[in-house]
C-alpha cells in the first residue's frame, strides 16, 4: 500500500478543484424530462475488484494502475464475506482524458483478478468502458450521498433571466446564502437554523393560508391525518416557516425519512438516490415574493408543505424508498423512466378515496391552481400502469394535462416493484435499516443471509399471531 501511496488524492480537494476551474460551464437549462435534471459530468470512476489474501497481492492488482498513469484518489478494503481467503477493494480513479488507458488497465486487472472478481462503477457514459458486467456508481452507505451533493445544476444567485427575482439583488444574495449553507452541509450534521426574512415569511405566509383552505377537501386522508400533526410537533404555522433540523427530526421519528439542505437542482439519478436512503434533499430558501403563487424550481413551501406530510406516511414512505432503490445502478434510459414515474407519482400523483379523487402529490399539494385542476374534470386521468406512465411526455412549466390515479400506494408499490423487476442489472439491492446501507443481493450467500433474517421476522410474527389468539 506504502509503494502506491503518492497516486491518492483527497478527493474533496480535488472537487473543490474542478468545481473554482469550472465555474459556471457546468450550469445548464431545465430538462424537458424532469424537475431534477441530469447535467454533471463526472471523470471519476469506481472499480471493484477481490484477490487473495497473499503477500503482495495489492500491490499486483495495483500495479495496471500505476502502468497505465491512473491517478487513484480513494481505496479501502474489507474482507469478502462468502470467501474469508479473499479481500474486496474498491478503488477511485480520475480518468480525466484517459479512456483508453483505463480500459487497458482494466483489461489488465482482469488477468490478474479473473473476470468475474472486478466491476466498474461509473457515471460516464464513454460506450470504450461500458460492458456487460459494469454499471453506473451509486451510493452505497448513507454518508456517500456527500459525494454528489455539491454536483448541482445551478449554485445560489444564478437565476434564469425569466426568474422572478433575476433583477432583486437582496434576493439573489439570500439565495447564494442559503445555497452556501447546503453546500458545506455534510452527513450527520444538524441542519443550521436561518432566520427568515419579514418579506419571506409575508410569502409564505401567503402561500399557507391559501392553501390551507382546499386540504380538508382537496388532499388525500393521508395527508389531513398528518398536517394538523405538523402544526403541533414542527411549528406548522402562517406566521412561522419550520426549520428542517426540527422537521427532519419528526420525519424521522415517523417513518425514519430525514431531509438534507440542497444547494440547487441535483441530476435524476442523485436525486432519486438519496430517496432510497430515505433521505430527501431539500431546499431552505423562499420563491420570490412578486409571484407567491408561482416558481420555476421547487423551494422550502414546495419541500415542506407539498412533500413532508406524505413523508410521514409508512405506506408513501415505503413506495418513495421503491422508486429510489429501483434507481440504483439502473443505466441511463432507466433514470429517465423512473424520473418520469417520480414525476407522476410523488409530484404529481392522485388518488381514489371513497369513490373521490384526492391529491397526494407535492407539486398538486403546494400550488392552488394544480390542487383544483387534478381533482377537477378539467384535465385527463388514466389509470396507474408503470409502463404508460415511463413513456409519457409531461409539460413542466404549465398546469399538467393528465393525472395517472393510483388505488393505493400499497398497490402502486407493487406494481412499481413488478415493473423495476425489468431494469437490466446484475443484482439486487436491499436497504439495511440498522446500517442505513444498501446490501447487494448477487450471491447465493446474500440470499441465505437474507433467508435467514427473514425467518427471525416470521417467527416473531408468528408469535405474535399465537398470543392475538390466546
Known amino acids: 500500500y506504502n509503494e502506491y501511496k503518492s497516486y491518492l488524492r483527497d478527493p474533496r480537494t480535488m472537487e473543490a478543484k474542478r468545481l473554482k476551474k469550472d465555474g459556471d460551464a457546468n450550469a445548464g437549462k431545465p430538462s424537458k424530462n424532469h424537475s ?27 500495479t495496471p494502475f500505476k502502468d497505465n498513469s491512473l491517478n487513484m484518489t480513494h ?18 480513479l480520475d480518468i480525466t482524458d484517459a479512456d483508453k488507458k483505463f480500459e487497458k488497465a482494466v483489461k489488465e486487472l482482469r488477468t490478474i483478478c479473473t473476470e468475474d472478481c472486478v466491476q466498474v462503477l461509473t457515471r460516464r457514459k464513454s460506450e470504450t468502458i461500458i460492458q456487460k ?19 448541482i445544476l445551478s449554485y445560489g444567485s444564478e437565476l434564469e433571466a425569466d426568474h422572478p427575482g433575476f433583477t432583486d439583488e437582496v434576493y439573489r444574495q439570500r439565495r447564494k446564502m442559503f445555497a452556501d449553507i447546503a453546500y458545506n452541509y455534510r452527513h450527520g450534521q444538524p441542519i443550521p437554523e436561518v432566520q427568515y426574512s419579514k418579506d419571506e415569511l ?28 405538523l402544526k403541533e410537533n414542527c411549528n406548522y404555522t402562517k406566521d412561522t416557516i419550520p426549520q428542517l433540523q426540527q422537521v427532519s427530526q419528526f420525519l424521522k421519528d415517523c417513518t425514519g425519512f430525514t431531509l438534507r439542505p440542497v444547494a440547487g437542482l441535483l441530476s435524476s439519478r442523485d436525486f432519486l438516490a438519496g430517496l432510497a436512503f430515505r433521505v430527501f434533499h ?11 403563487f408561482y ?23 415505503a413506495f418513495s424508498q421503491e422508486i429510489g432503490l429501483a434507481s440504483l445502478g439502473a443505466p441511463d434510459e432507466w433514470i ?79 406494481k412499481l416493484r413488478e415493473y423495476s423487476s425489468q431494469i437490466p442489472r446484475p443484482f439486487t439491492v436491499h436497504y439495511n435499516p440498522y446500517t442505513q446501507a444498501v446490501e447487494l443481493i448477487n450471491k447465493r450467500s446474500n440470499c441465505l443471509k437474507m433467508t435467514q433474517d427473514l425467518t427471525s421476522e416470521m417467527k416473531t410474527l408468528e408469535d405474535a399471531v399465537r398470543k392475538l389468539e390466546d
Open 336 to 414: 429517465e423512466k423512473l424520473a418520469t414515474l417520480y414525476w407522476f407519482t410523488i409530484e404529481f400523483g392522485v388518488c381514489k378515496e371513497d369513490g373521490c379523487l384526492k391529491a397526494y402529490g407535492a407539486g398538486c399539494l403546494s400550488s392552488i391552481e394544480e390542487l383544483q385542476n387534478c381533482v377537477s374534470d378539467k384535465s385527463k386521468k388514466l389509470p396507474f400502469d408503470p409502463e404508460t406512465i415511463a413513456v409519457t411526455s409531461y409539460p413542466i412549466t404549465t398546469i399538467q394535462p393528465v393525472y395517472f390515479v393510483a388505488p393505493s400506494f400499497n398497490e402502486a408499490k407493487r
Open 202 to 229: 409575508k410569502t409564505w405566509s401567503t402561500i399557507f393560508t391559501k392553501l390551507s383552505t382546499l386540504f380538508e377537501t382537496h388532499a388525500c386522508k393521508e395527508f389531513r391525518k398528518v398536517w394538523p400533526l
Open 282 to 292: 431539500s431546499t431552505q430558501y423562499i420563491r420570490h415574493g412578486a409571484k407567491p
Open 75 to 92: 481505496i479501502e478494503s474489507r474482507p469478502l464475506a462468502e470467501d474469508p481467503t479473499k479481500y474486496k477493494f474498491l478503488v477511485n
Open 36 to 62: 431534477y435534471v441530469d447535467t454533471t459530468k463526472s471523470d471519476q470512476v469506481s472499480v471493484v475488484f477481490s484477490i487473495k489474501n497473499h503477500p503482495s497481492s495489492l500491490v499486483k492488482a495495483l
Open 133 to 151: 458486467n459494469e454499471v453506473p456508481w451509486f451510493p452505497i452507505k448513507i454518508a456517500e450521498l456527500d459525494r454528489f451533493a455539491d454536483q
Open 295 to 317: 416558481t420555476p424550481e421547487p423551494d422550502v413551501c414546495h419541500e415542506l408543505i407539498g412533500h413532508v406530510p406524505l413523508f410521514c406516511d409508512p405506506e408513501f414512505a
